[in-house]
């Protein structure tokens, strides 16, 4: 099992930043890849951006790009997501996810939900115009 619980979201005006924290507790050791995955009110969630573990890569969401960066801490099992320029259409939960690497194989995507086993709550990321 892996416990995920996520930090510093709020409320920003749009030009703002913000950063999101994912710490991970249990058996993060088998951590194939964290992602941050979004829902805004009446929407489907979203792929915003992920982190493989093991080599540290990075795949972001295009309407994403340039504004916000994943990062990893391995000493700390904790995953940032650092939200630059934010606009009003950023307005979501966001939740980070972790997959151990068992579902989804061979392709392993890390874009997609059903490869992720573990949630977080989520926390809510409010940008006003």
């Known amino acids: 099992q892996v416990q995920l619980v996520e930090s510093g979201g709020g409320l920003v005006q749009a030009g703002g930043s913000l950063r999101l924290s994912c710490a991970a507790s249990?058996?993060?050791?088998?951590?194939?890849?964290l992602g941050w995955f979004r829902q805004a009110p009446g929407k489907e969630r979203e792929f915003v951006a992920a982190v493989v573990w093991s080599g540290g890569s990075t795949y972001y969401t295009d309407s994403v790009k340039g504004r916000f960066t994943i990062s990893s801490d391995s000493a700390k099992n904790t995953v940032y997501l650092q939200m630059n320029s934010l606009k009003p259409e950023d307005t979501a939960i966001y939740s980070c996810?972790?997959?151990?690497?068992?579902?989804?194989?061979?392709?392993?995507?890390?874009?997609?939900?059903?490869?992720?086993?573990?949630w977080g709550q989520g926390t809510q990321v409010t940008v006003s115009s």
């Open positions: 249990g058996r993060a050791f088998s951590t194939y890849a």
């Open positions: 996810a972790a997959s151990t690497g068992r579902l989804g194989r061979p392709a392993l995507n890390v874009r997609e939900r059903y490869i992720y086993e573990f």
